[in-house]
């Protein structure tokens, strides 16, 4: 048996930090499987490179480096990242972020972003270090429908400050750096399963546990997006190259992405609508350091970054207007209420605020893809870029002026339990639209007459050709799309993309006491974990989670099994002490987990991502961890 790494953070397991890190590499040479790596790791050629000497890239290897995040309990999680850096075999560390760096995490629930392209110098990387601070964090979380500030301690309720995250990976796993080729490096916060929020505390706390695991294959793929100003276009290559800015920066030099584009590549730029080819046109017109912000898929294999949709010029967030996204969640007239709103200012730091006030007018230009579309497109529930001027609202908070602006429609996530699922439509029983709850939207107007307005309890979604076939009524059901204009309901929706049952997500959260049990489970092998329900603390998490459905794990009869997923890509760790192991093959996972728990040490949590079957309630895990305590 031969875990895939261990960790060890010392000042990081002190402060017994609640983020679960994914340091996820894919080594150049491609890879994968599920079994655990047992072959002695080839030496590395060796090359003379200074990552900040021009002369020497071409003896480099080159690392893209993105962030991402699991889904939480948070609206905000924003929090300045200091420093990223790996260690060579031989003892040499290279710095991977060239800045301090101010991050929201929960803006990757959906997406990876790229946050910098570095030149390192070849050999076998086998440890890292992500230093955080919290002195500024800007943390908020939900109470009653009202956004509230939460402050993260650690188990003995100290607030967190500066702390280091260390991993350091097996001898015979490390990160492959190879002259002239390019290496991705993806850093993920999963602080859903590391967090226990309390909001009846004022301020509301997040309690947390360090797990921080290093892998170097992910196991989930999103869509990545790239932002920073434009350095040139190639129209005969049907690409541009930008210097990298992430997370709303407006300076520091992050590297240099290449972004393809394709003949379906949708443009706004400057207002304008454009796609394919006209859009590039369009682009080259733009002079160098134009600011761009583009969304697409990463071929891993080839390194290669293509644009799905591109923004550029004016149409970037913040650039030559302050800029407010949400969700909409009242309308009248010219006048409509944003929720969870994050501002953009132009002149100072991205921030959250939870309501903002919006004015519109005949003369706001509204896009919707690649159209150009009226005021009309605006309604309840639909999730908006708006471009204008913000200023403190009358009646407090604050408001944007965007009627010589722009807003443009963006997509929104609905979920829920199915009402009914026939061809052309599916209706839904709504438990959340963008993470926020049906009872903060006011759907008043909607419709075409009252009698019509939006019925969260029965919302219409239009499906068109989509197949809603296997879609079973009072089964949990994700949509995404956009909402039907204003006053024109029914339907309430047009979906462009359904995820059923069968494909959502499961996430399983399970704590014992806070002093853990030594007898959690009836029984660990490579069949699988049985948790024992006798074990379960009264006040910690025990359930299941499948999109907008909650299952309680003591409403099921005889209990789940927890067993190893046959996807491809599988992660499983043990945290014990100051220390995490990894395993790629379920059975090395279980193994190890049962020889742990040898009757004096106690298991304190677990969690795990993967698929419930509800007909055999069995839990396939394509992530899990274990938290372990001992005397």
Same mark, same amino acid.
């Not at 979380?141 to 607030?159: I, L």
């Not at 329900?533 to 907008?548: E, T």
């Given at each position: 048996?031969?875990?895939?790494?261990?960790?060890?953070?010392?000042?990081?397991? $002190?402060?017994?930090?609640?983020?679960i890190t994914?340091?996820?590499?894919?080594?150049?040479?491609?890879?994968?499987?599920?079994?655990?790596?047992?072959?002695?790791?080839?030496?590395?050629?060796?090359?003379?490179?200074?990552?900040?000497?021009?002369?020497?890239?071409?003896?480099?290897?080159?690392?893209?480096?993105?962030?991402?995040?699991?889904?939480?309990d948070?609206?905000?999680?924003?929090?300045?990242?200091v420093?990223?850096?790996?260690?060579?075999?031989?003892?040499?560390? /290279?710095?991977?972020?060239?800045?301090?760096?101010?991050?929201?995490?929960?803006?990757?629930v959906?997406?990876?972003?790229?946050?910098?392209?570095?030149?390192?110098?070849?050999?076998?990387?086998?440890?890292?270090?992500?230093?955080?601070?919290?002195?500024?964090?800007?943390?908020?979380?939900?109470?009653?429908?009202?956004?509230?500030?939460?402050?993260?301690?650690?188990?003995?309720?100290?607030?967190?400050?500066?702390?280091?995250?260390?991993?350091?990976?097996?001898d015979?796993d490390?990160?492959? /750096?190879?002259?002239?080729?390019?290496?991705?490096?993806?850093v993920?916060?999963?602080?859903?399963?590391?967090?226990v929020?309390? /909001?009846?505390?004022?301020?509301?706390?997040?309690?947390?546990?360090?797990?921080?695991?290093?892998?170097?294959?992910?196991?989930?793929?999103?869509?990545?997006?790239?932002?920073?100003?434009?350095?040139?276009?190639?129209?005969?290559?049907?690409?541009?190259?930008?210097?990298?800015?992430?997370?709303?920066?407006?300076?520091?030099?992050?590297?240099? /992405?290449?972004?393809?584009?394709?003949?379906?590549?949708?443009?706004?730029?400057?207002?304008?609508a454009?796609?394919?080819?006209?859009?590039?046109?369009?682009l080259?017109?733009l002079?160098?350091?134009?600011p761009?912000?583009?969304?697409?898929?990463?071929?891993?294999?080839?390194?290669?970054?293509?644009a799905?949709?591109v923004?550029?010029?004016?149409?970037?967030?913040?650039?030559?207007?302050?800029?407010?996204?949400?969700?909409?969640?009242?309308?009248?007239?010219?006048?409509?209420?944003?929720?969870?709103a994050? !501002?953009?200012p132009?002149?100072?730091?991205?921030?959250?605020?939870?309501?903002?006030?919006?004015?519109?007018?005949?003369?706001?230009r509204?896009?919707?893809?690649?159209?150009?579309?009226? !005021?009309d497109?605006?309604?309840?529930?639909?999730?908006?870029?708006?471009?204008?001027?913000?200023?403190?609202a009358?009646?407090?908070?604050?408001? !944007?002026?965007?009627?010589?602006?722009?807003?443009?429609?963006?997509?929104?996530?609905?979920?829920?339990?199915?009402?009914?699922?026939?061809?052309?439509?599916?209706?839904?029983?709504?438990?959340a !639209?963008?993470?926020?709850?049906?009872?903060?939207?006011?759907f008043?107007?909607?419709?075409?007459?009252?009698?019509?307005?939006?019925?969260?309890?029965?919302?219409?979604?239009?499906?068109g050709?989509?197949?809603?076939?296997?879609?079973?009524?009072?089964?949990?059901?994700?949509?995404?799309?956009?909402?039907?204009?204003?006053?024109?309901?029914?339907?309430?929706?047009?979906?462009?993309?359904?995820?059923?049952?069968?494909?959502?997500r499961?996430?399983?959260?399970?704590?014992?006491? $806070?002093?853990?049990?030594? $007898?959690?489970?009836?029984?660990?092998?490579?069949?699988?974990?049985?948790?024992?329900?006798?074990?379960?603390?009264?006040?910690?998490?025990?359930?299941?989670?499948?999109?907008?459905?909650?299952?309680?794990?003591?409403?099921?009869?005889?209990?789940?099994?927890?067993?190893g997923?046959?996807?491809?890509?599988?992660?499983?760790?043990?945290?014990?002490?100051?220390?995490?192991?990894?395993?790629?093959?379920?059975?090395?996972?279980?193994?190890?987990l049962?020889?742990?728990?040898?009757g004096?040490?106690?298991?304190?949590?677990?969690?795990?991502?993967?698929?419930? $079957?509800?007909?055999?309630?069995?839990?396939?895990?394509?992530?899990?961890?274990?938290?372990?305590?001992?005397?």
């Open positions: 048996m031969t875990p895939l790494l261990s960790t060890v953070g010392p000042r990081a397991l $002190a402060l017994r930090l609640g983020l994914t340091f996820a590499v894919l080594a150049a040479c491609g890879g994968g499987g599920s079994g655990t790596t047992t072959e002695a790791v080839p030496p590395v050629e060796t090359a003379t490179c200074d990552p900040d000497d021009a002369t020497t890239a071409d003896q480099c290897g080159v690392l893209y480096l993105a962030v991402t995040d699991a889904d939480g948070f609206l905000a999680y924003t929090v300045d990242v420093s990223l850096s790996l260690e060579r075999a031989n003892g040499d560390t /290279v710095e991977t972020l060239p800045n301090t760096t101010r991050i929201d995490f929960t803006d990757y959906e997406l990876s972003e790229f946050v910098s392209v570095r030149n390192l110098p070849p050999g076998n990387y086998v440890a890292g270090t992500i230093t955080i601070d919290y002195s500024a964090a800007e943390i908020l979380v939900e109470k009653d429908g009202v956004a509230v500030p939460a402050t993260v301690v650690d188990a003995a309720g100290d607030p967190l400050t500066t702390f280091d995250l260390s991993v350091t990976l097996a015979d490390p990160v492959r /750096v190879t002259r002239g080729l390019a290496s991705l490096l993806v993920d916060f999963d602080l859903g399963a590391s967090h929020v309390d /909001v009846t505390t004022d301020p509301a706390t997040a309690v947390a546990e360090p797990i921080i695991v290093a892998d170097i294959e992910p196991v989930d793929e999103k869509d990545v997006r790239v932002r920073g100003p434009l350095i040139d276009v190639d129209i005969a290559n049907a690409n541009y190259d930008v210097q990298l800015r992430p997370f709303f920066r407006r300076d520091g030099d992050f590297g240099v /992405v290449s972004v393809n584009v394709t003949d379906d590549t949708i443009y706004e730029i400057d207002g304008d454009f796609t394919g080819e006209a859009g590039l046109d369009a080259a017109q002079a160098s350091g134009a761009t912000r583009a969304i697409g898929t990463l071929d891993v294999g080839a390194r290669s970054f293509t799905n949709e923004l550029a010029g004016s149409s970037v967030p913040g650039t030559s207007a302050d800029a407010v996204r949400g969700h909409v969640t009242s309308r009248s007239g010219n006048t409509f209420t944003v929720i969870g994050t !501002i953009i132009t002149d100072r730091e991205a921030y959250f605020n939870d309501t903002v006030t919006v004015t519109v007018g005949d003369d706001t509204v896009v919707s893809g690649d159209m150009a579309t009226t !005021i497109a605006i309604s309840v529930g639909q999730r908006v870029w708006i471009r204008g001027a913000v200023t403190p009358p009646q407090g908070g604050l408001a !944007i002026d965007a009627t010589n602006g722009s807003v443009r429609l963006i997509r929104t996530r609905l979920s829920g339990l199915i009402v009914a699922a026939n061809p052309g439509q599916l209706d839904l029983d709504l438990t !639209i963008g993470g926020r709850r049906p009872a903060m939207f006011d008043s107007g909607t419709g075409m007459d009252p009698s019509t307005d939006a019925d969260p309890e029965n919302y219409e979604i239009a499906t050709p989509l197949n809603v076939a296997d879609f079973a009524a009072g089964a949990p059901a994700v949509a995404y799309g956009n909402v039907n204009e204003f006053g024109f309901a029914p339907p309430d929706f047009v979906g462009r993309t359904l995820v059923d049952l069968d494909e959502l499961a996430s399983l959260g399970i704590g014992w006491t $806070a002093n853990g049990s030594t $007898a959690p489970f009836l029984s660990i092998s490579s069949d699988g974990l049985v948790p024992d329900p006798a074990a379960f603390a009264d006040d910690a998490r025990q359930a299941i989670k499948i999109g907008p459905r909650i299952v309680s794990l003591s409403d099921i009869d005889g209990g789940i099994t927890i067993t997923s046959d996807a491809r890509r599988t992660l499983y760790g043990i945290r014990d002490g100051d220390s995490v192991q990894l395993y790629r093959d379920f059975a090395d996972f279980t193994d190890a049962a020889s742990a728990l040898d004096n040490t106690a298991a304190r949590s677990l969690s795990a991502q993967g698929a419930y $079957a509800t007909d055999t309630k069995v839990f396939s895990a394509t992530t899990l961890w274990v938290t372990l305590l001992r005397d």
